[in-house]
């Protein structure tokens, strides 16, 4: 199974990644993981495509392309992948199609987390993060202090107003012919909603799960 999951940064993307990939048993496939797995390995086929990331430079749409392509016939994902950032425009998403019926898949289903404006706001404004682990927070659990590290959580410097209305607006640019294309191309399209009011994890969880039944994914 072939799931392409879309939403904005901050949307909760990479969380139901991890919850579907569990639920599933199948790989969670992020382009920032397949690029460090072949940073770390001078040996790898693609790693000279891939070196300039190294620079801080960005690679080409053809070499993402070409490291999902290498990634998807890995074990990991012989039963089939979450696909999480990947694509992002409707050129990668007609490359995706070719590459997937290279492996006889197709895309199964698309799940499109529209999380509205101010849910994102609210989320992204309030997140607390932990400048030695990483680890993120929300103001409200009304936790200051990383339980782990024992010292005191920050906001991150691009979590501000301006920043994330940018990113908003690109994100709702870039993807909205990717929404259509995949609309329109028939693959069965869950639209999870979270506007007015948010949800947990779990609540998106049992939503999508719930749906997944109703088209007979599972
Ligand atoms: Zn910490």
Redesign the pocket.
């Known amino acids: 199974m072939y799931i392409v999951l879309l939403g904005a940064p901050g949307s909760g993307k990479g969380t139901q990644a991890k919850l579907l990939e569990r639920e599933f048993n199948i790989g969670h496939l992020s382009t920032g993981d397949l690029f460090r797995t072949i940073l770390a390995d001078e040996g790898h086929p693609l790693y000279e495509d891939v070196r300039v990331i190294k620079e801080g430079k960005f690679v080409s749409d053809d070499i993402v392309n070409k490291v999902v392509a290498e990634g998807l016939t890995s074990d990991r994902f012989k039963s089939g992948a979450i696909l999480d950032g990947y694509p992002r425009t409707v050129s990668q998403a007609e490359v995706l199609d070719e590459i997937l019926a290279d492996l006889d898949g197709a895309v199964d289903v698309v799940i499109d987390l529209d999380v509205s404006k101010d849910v994102l706001f609210k989320r992204l404004l309030g997140r607390r993060v932990?400048?030695?682990?990483?680890?993120v927070f929300n103001v409200k659990e009304g936790i200051e202090v990383?339980?782990?590290?024992?010292?005191p959580?920050i906001i991150r410097d691009d979590d501000n107003e301006q920043v994330i209305e940018a990113r908003f607006k690109e994100y709702r640019e870039k993807t909205a012919p990717l929404q259509d294309y995949y609309i329109s191309s028939g693959a069965p399209y869950i639209k999870v909603k979270i506007c007015d009011v948010d949800k947990t994890p779990y609540e998106v969880q049992e939503f999508i799960l719930d749906q997944l039944k109703k088209i007979d994914i599972i």
């Open positions: 932990c400048p030695k682990c990483k680890r990383c339980p782990d590290c024992n010292i959580l």
